[in-house]
């Protein structure tokens, strides 16, 4: 069975949305399909049907992230020492070379990516381009606009 690499903040996330599920969402899907029993008929009853759809959600989704879990490889970026070299789960500091831009990303598993927050997948292709750099070498990250040159400014475990 592979494992995923998985940071901290993403494994407490989701450990925190499978509890949520469990204790709050599970027990209130079941009461409401309790409460929809109760109004008689069940081939016509909109709310049983509904209730039962969610059930089927929820059950999937606490499978899912028992899933994710099982097989993630959760890696606290904070206890390994910091040696200027890109690894997963590092915040990297960025600065395009031809436009003076700079940028940060974290570097996550895939299910954490959100680009929004600047954090980037590790199999996404600037990672798999940063991945074993160093601060202060220059990359070329092959980029939907092109090549992109870019200087490693910063490498943070936080």
């Given at each position: 069975?592979?494992?995923?690499?998985?940071?901290?903040?993403?494994?407490?996330?989701?450990?925190?949305?499978?509890?949520?599920?469990?204790?709050?969402?599970?027990?209130?899907?079941?009461?409401?399909?309790?409460?929809?029993?109760?109004h008689?008929?069940?081939?016509?009853?909109?709310?049983?049907?509904?209730?039962?759809?969610?059930?089927?959600?929820?059950?999937?989704?606490i499978?899912?992230?028992?899933?994710?879990?099982?097989?993630?490889?959760?890696?606290?970026?904070?206890?390994?020492?910091?040696?200027?070299?890109?690894?997963?789960?590092?915040?990297v500091?960025?600065?395009?070379?031809?436009?003076?831009?700079?940028?940060?990303?974290?570097?996550?598993?895939?299910?954490?990516?959100?680009?929004?927050?600047?954090?980037?997948?590790?199999?996404?292709?600037?990672?798999?381009?940063?991945?074993?750099?160093?601060?202060?070498?220059?990359?070329?990250?092959?980029?939907?606009?092109?090549?992109?040159?870019?200087?490693?400014?910063?490498?943070?475990?936080?």
């Amino acid at each position: 069975m592979n494992q995923f690499p998985m940071t901290m903040q993403g494994a407490e996330a989701l450990k925190e949305e499978l509890h949520e599920l469990k204790t709050v969402k599970r027990p209130r899907i079941v009461n409401d399909i309790a409460e929809a029993r109760e109004h008689g008929d069940l081939k016509e009853n909109a709310e049983y049907h509904a209730a039962r759809e969610e059930q089927g959600f929820c059950e999937g989704r606490i499978q899912e992230i028992e899933g994710k879990l099982g097989n993630a490889q959760i890696i606290d970026i904070i206890k390994i020492p910091n040696t200027g070299k890109v690894i997963f789960g590092v915040t990297v500091g960025l600065l395009n070379i031809e436009t003076e831009e700079e940028v940060t990303y974290q570097i996550v598993g895939d299910d954490e990516a959100d680009i929004k927050n600047n954090r980037i997948s590790v199999n996404s292709p600037i990672a798999r381009g940063l991945i074993g750099k160093e601060v202060d070498s220059e990359v070329e990250i092959k980029t939907p606009a092109g090549l992109v040159e870019f200087e490693i400014i910063s490498v943070e475990h936080k």
